[in-house]
């Protein structure tokens, strides 16, 4: 039993059953972000199978403008650079999912309002028969903060400087 299936009229791809079908899910929170607050990813990866996932490697790209990044999850070894960051382990069972596989990236977001979209894909060295889940992209929203400062003056009446000042003695 191998299905075949042909790709843009000119290649031929077999299935036989095995590689790794890996997926990859985001979630962002808070959505909208206050501009310099903490924004949380979290990162699902899934192996749907038939086979374990070896060398899996998560990248992560970065919107412009987050800085103080760190990236941490059970199992996998994450290095963040100005840009991207990447996540790796050295293999993902069958039907692994949940906490055991997540991803938690915190980052502060951008100084600006706007809106900014964070990407990642999952890979690994097992071929992948099902590709198009390895992509993902969220997009959350950044409000601006607005300092604002009222300063209350109170005026002296007003002195003429030509009459002498009122004084009592006595």
């Known amino acids: 039993n191998n299905p075949s299936m042909t790709v843009a009229g000119t290649t031929t791809i077999t299935s036989t059953g095995e590689g ?3 997926a990859i899910a985001k979630s962002d929170d808070p959505d909208p972000v206050e501009a310099g607050q903490v924004l949380t990813w979290r990162l699902d990866i ?74 990642a894909d999952v890979s690994s060295a097992t071929a992948d028969p099902v590709p198009g889940n390895n992509i993902i992209s969220e997009d959350t929203a950044v409000t601006p903060v607005h300092d604002m400062a009222i300063l209350k003056i109170k005026v002296p009446n007003k002195v003429k400087l030509t009459e002498p000042a009122p004084s009592r003695i006595g």
């Open 46 to 119: 899934t192996n749907n199978g038939p086979s374990a996932a070896a060398n899996v490697v998560v990248t992560d790209t970065l919107p412009v403008g987050v800085f103080d990044v760190h990236a941490s999850g059970t199992g996998w070894t994450c290095k963040a650079a100005v840009t991207a960051l990447s996540c790796r382990r050295g293999t993902l069972a069958v039907g692994l999912a949940g906490p055991a596989t997540s991803i938690t990236i915190t980052v502060r977001a951008p100084g600006t309002g706007g809106t900014i979209t964070n990407s």
């Open 20 to 22: 790794a079908d890996l």
